[in-house]
C-alpha cells in the first residue's frame, strides 16, 4: 500500500507498475513482431515477383 513520506507518495516498485507482467507478454511480443515480419516478406516478394512479368 503506498504511503506518504515527507510530503511525497512512496511505492515499492511492483505497486508503481501496478504488478508483474508473466513470460507470456514476450511471447506475444516475438510472434506479433515475427508475423509482421513475415507479412512485409510476403508483400515484398509479391511486388518483386510482379515486377518481371508485366
Given at each position: 500500500?503506498?504511503?506518504?513520506?515527507?510530503?511525497?507518495?512512496?511505492?515499492?516498485?511492483?505497486?508503481?507498475?501496478?504488478?508483474?507482467?508473466?513470460?507470456?507478454?514476450?511471447?506475444?511480443?516475438?510472434?506479433?513482431?515475427?508475423?509482421?515480419?513475415?507479412?512485409?516478406?510476403?508483400?515484398?516478394?509479391?511486388?518483386?515477383?510482379?515486377?518481371?512479368a508485366?
Amino acid at each position: 500500500m503506498a504511503k506518504v513520506e515527507n510530503q511525497r507518495i512512496v511505492e515499492t516498485a511492483t505497486e508503481a507498475r501496478a504488478g508483474e507482467t508473466g513470460g507470456h507478454m514476450r511471447v506475444v511480443l516475438f510472434v506479433g513482431t515475427f508475423l509482421v515480419a513475415a507479412i512485409f516478406a510476403g508483400i515484398f516478394a509479391y511486388y518483386v515477383g510482379s515486377y518481371g512479368a508485366n
